[in-house]
């Protein structure tokens, strides 16, 4: 059987330039160096400078993407923009970016899952590329949570940073077997009732105005790693795949106590998980692409290897993709 396929064509990411290390918060909060990297694994995180917006990570993001592609953006007919940062209340930041780019043809819309974003944002991708919709999407993750943190609250402030990545995805024949490039399967979950475990005290239609993150950490800690093994385990499952099958752990880069129990419940080492944790601390629906893009210009991927991201965050909402590079 032939089907369609959306195969990664090239990753990029951006990063501001302002990095600030875990002794800049001991000046002002009562924490330490010690205490975030044996609770978290972060060391330091980017933040965008003044002036400096969600679009305008993307953007860089999206041309490295393309660039790596070897694509021209007027070849793209979608941009994905999964964030909870946007620029403005509306339009999308995927419009901002289309501009950018200077693509004035196809459409472009944002996604908000939170954390698990970008997971979802490569879903629906999938799925427009499936139905004929598109041929070529960038998908990025951008955000810049340094806006919406509470800054003498240390249990939240000193875990999340600013950053976008970007993958270009393209339609491409599959056989419908497991050895067939691109995404081969997709699992997504949300539950309402968690939203008190995190989320941000103000919006549009609430109280008018940004807000701020809030955190039940030991809460989110409890279900991530059982809900991120689950979705792991369900999305190989419904590709006919194993985790023992699994080349690349590519996950939502929250914590890395999350990320090796995670790894461990799927009984995966620590050699198959990409980490990039402690230079870009909780980056939200950006970690993935970000550490998909460092892993892929380290040279780490080859073509046939099988990688499975997946996330979990606010909502709460988490899933998992498995693809084949
Ligand atoms: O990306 C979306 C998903 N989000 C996540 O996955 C985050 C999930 N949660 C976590 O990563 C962890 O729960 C945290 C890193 C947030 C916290 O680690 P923990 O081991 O769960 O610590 P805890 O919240 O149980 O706090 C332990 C202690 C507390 O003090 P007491 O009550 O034991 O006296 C906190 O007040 O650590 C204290 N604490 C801090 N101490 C120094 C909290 N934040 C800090 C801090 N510095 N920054």
Redesign the pocket.
């Known amino acids: 059987m032939s089907i369609i396929r959306p195969v990664i064509r090239g990753t990029g990411h951006y990063l501001p330039q302002r990095v600030v290390p875990n002794a800049e918060?001991a000046s002002t909060?009562?924490?330490?160096d010690d205490?975030?990297v044996s609770?978290?694994g972060i060391e330091r995180r980017h933040f965008a400078a003044e002036g400096e917006y969600t679009s305008d990570l993307a953007t860089h993001a999206a041309r490295a993407a393309l660039d790596n592609a070897g694509m021209d953006a007027s070849e793209i007919d979608a941009v994905i923009v999964a964030t909870s940062t946007p620029d403005y209340t509306f339009p999308a930041v995927a419009t901002q970016v289309q501009a950018g780019l200077g693509i004035t043809k196809g459409f472009a819309f944002d996604i908000q899952a939170?954390?698990a974003g970008f997971v979802f944002a490569l879903a629906n991708a999938s799925g427009l590329i499936a139905a004929g919709q598109a041929q070529r999407v960038l998908v990025i993750g951008a955000e810049t949570f340094s806006r919406i943190l509470d800054w003498t609250d240390?249990?939240t402030c000193?875990?999340f940073g600013d950053g976008a990545g970007a993958v270009v995805l393209e339609a491409q024949p599959g056989t419908g077997g497991t050895d067939d490039r691109g995404v081969l399967s997709c699992d997504l979950n949300s539950d309402g009732r968690y939203r008190d475990l995190?989320f941000v005290d103000g919006g549009v239609s609430r109280s008018g105005t940004a807000g701020v993150l809030r955190?039940q950490?030991?809460e989110?800690?409890r279900h991530?790693v059982e809900k991120l093994a689950e979705t792991a385990r369900t999305a190989l499952d419904k590709a006919g795949l194993a985790p023992e099958q699994v080349d690349w752990v590519v996950p939502?880069q929250?914590?890395l106590?999350?990320i090796r129990g995670t790894a461990q419940k799927l009984g995966l080492p620590m050699e198959k998980v990409v980490v990039t944790v402690q230079d870009h601390g909780?980056t939200?629906a950006a970690s993935i692409p970000l550490a998909l893009s460092v892993a892929n210009a380290e040279g780490r991927f080859k073509r046939g290897d099988l990688i499975l991201t997946e996330a979990?965050?606010?909502g709460l909402s988490w899933g998992a993709v498995a693809l084949r590079w």
């Open positions: 918060f909060l009562d924490t330490s205490w975030i609770r978290s939170v954390c240390r249990s000193v875990l995190l955190m950490g030991r989110v800690f991530a939502h929250a914590n106590r999350i909780n939200s979990i965050g606010g």
